[in-house]
């Protein structure tokens, strides 16, 4: 038998296919086949290790597909069981059920899925699949014991047989597996069981965001002939990288947030958009979402700029990680620069630094006795007296991407703004600039 989960820790996952009406209450299978032999689509599970993942591939007329999973509790033990194949020469020679030596290997769980896996949304990736095994093959030899035929002459379908093995990238395809994944890395050797609303919170990762979005396509047009595969160097640091930065945001959790398949498979969705690999008739991993296409038109044609701001990201994590300049609260009225969530909260900081702002509202008193907006000319203390005094906005307007490593903030960087046209500047991806704003009130009037 091909182990070739053996080399990696990570690959915990299997498939059972069946049609038991008691799905979730053990594995058990006939230790031989009806021509007496060890059929692996039947003994396969015993190689499986205690706290791996098995899911449940239910083969009933009112549902075909994946429709939860369970933890291996427990060894193999041989018992007597009782059994019917259900291949075609054993239905058309109506083999009745008997009994023979088989096993029995215990099962923690069940964990139903909200929504099953069907057949028909398998058959709807077909493409995404086929990729799944080209690329698990090339790192591991054939026989991966996968439980779907993927066949140029008919659809995708289930093979004949009992037990499977499920690379991990294929888990990691499809956000409906997401909290098997989280199961698996949070699996231990004991009696624990794990709270469904525990393992659902686990998988809930939050959707990719627009910096590491940029960082995948980075390292996607690095290698773009060639990309690095799941288990390369390159994939298992930015998976770190990511992991980090989402600690610095607070927005992930290092055991489970983005770990290499995720990264390699994020990486590998820009591929539908490359006219090097398109247009010789491929079409690459579909299930992307949209914010990958504005990346893509964003950064691809640009590397100069791309590389700019991959830098600005990881010195900005890098520098900041361990205090209160990307932790803090995202300000709901101020727009995420297209440069992604870092920057955008680097730049606030910047902003709302008092030391800085007290310092460039008294250069400005003192060069126009008076603070009034760049773009509007409000002034508060023309409008409000006393009450108005040193209340305006301070607004820097050298993009942070651009700042050298070790460079601080100008006086020279920096206008005033009234709140109003500060929003304005925020209220887009792509931020205006402090004469587009102008421009715009000149032309309202």
């Known amino acids: 038998m091909n182990r070739w989960w053996e080399v990696d820790a990570t690959e915990r996952f299997w498939l059972e296919a069946t049609d038991r009406h008691d799905i979730g209450a053990d594995l058990r299978a006939p230790l031989l086949d009806d ?11 015993r190689t499986a290790r205690i ?19 369970s933890i291996i509790a427990g060894i193999s033990e041989d018992i007597e069981i009782v059994w019917a194949a259900r291949g075609r020469y054993s239905i058309a020679k109506d083999a009745d059920p008997r009994p023979r030596p088989g096993y029995r290997i215990p099962l923690r769980g069940l964990y139903r899925f909200t929504k099953p896996l069907t057949l028909e949304e398998l058959r ?50 499809f956000v409906e597996l997401n909290m098997a994944i989280a199961a698996a890395d949070e699996a231990t050797i004991g009696d624990a069981v794990f709270p469904l609303e525990a393992l659902e919170k686990i998988a809930r990762n939050p959707s990719w965001s627009r910096d590491e979005l940029i960082l995948a396509l980075d390292l996607y047009l690095k290698h773009r002939a060639s990309p690095p595969g799941k288990n390369s160097v390159e994939v298992d640091e930015l998976s770190k990288f990511l992991n ?110 008092r030391k800085l702002v007290e310092k460039f509202k008294a250069a400005e008193l003192k060069k126009h006795s008076r603070l009034e907006c760049a773009a509007c000319k409000f002034d508060f203390s023309e409008k409000y007296g006393k009450a108005g005094n040193g209340i305006i906005d301070v607004h820097h307007t050298k993009p942070v991407h651009t700042l050298a490593e070790g460079d601080k903030t100008n006086l020279a960087d920096l206008v005033l703004l009234c709140p109003n046209c500060h929003r304005m500047v925020h209220s887009s991806k792509r931020w205006l600039t402090v004469s587009q704003v102008s421009d715009l009130i000149n032309k309202d009037c």
Not at 35 to 45: A, C, E, P, S, V
């Open 35 to 45: 021509g007496g032999k060890d059929n692996w689509r039947y003994t396969l599970f």
């Open 124 to 173: 709807s990736h077909r493409d995404d699949i086929a990729d799944v095994v080209a690329t698990q093959e090339k790192v591991s030899a054939p026989p991966l014991y996968f439980p779907f035929e993927l066949s140029s002459k008919r659809e995708l379908r289930l093979l004949q047989g009992y037990a499977f093995k499920l690379p991990k990238l294929f888990l990691s395809t």
């Open 51 to 69: 706290g791996d993942v098995v899911l449940h591939y239910h083969k009933g007329e009112d549902v075909q597909g994946i429709i939860g999973f």
């Open 244 to 353: 980090a930065m989402g600690q610095a945001l607070g927005v992930g959790d290092k055991a489970t947030y983005r770990n290499p398949n995720g990264v390699y498979m994020k990486m590998m969705n820009f591929r539908r958009f490359d006219p090097d690999y398109t247009d010789s008739g491929k079409v690459g991993l579909t299930r992307g979402n949209k914010e990958e296409e504005f990346i893509w038109a964003d950064f691809s044609n640009d590397l100069p700029r791309l590389a700019q701001v991959v830098n600005a990201i990881r010195q900005a994590v890098t520098d900041h990680s361990n205090d209160s300049e990307l932790s803090q609260a995202d300000d709901p009225d101020f727009h995420e620069a297209e440069e992604g969530r870092v920057l955008t909260r680097l730049h606030r900081y910047r902003e709302r630094s």
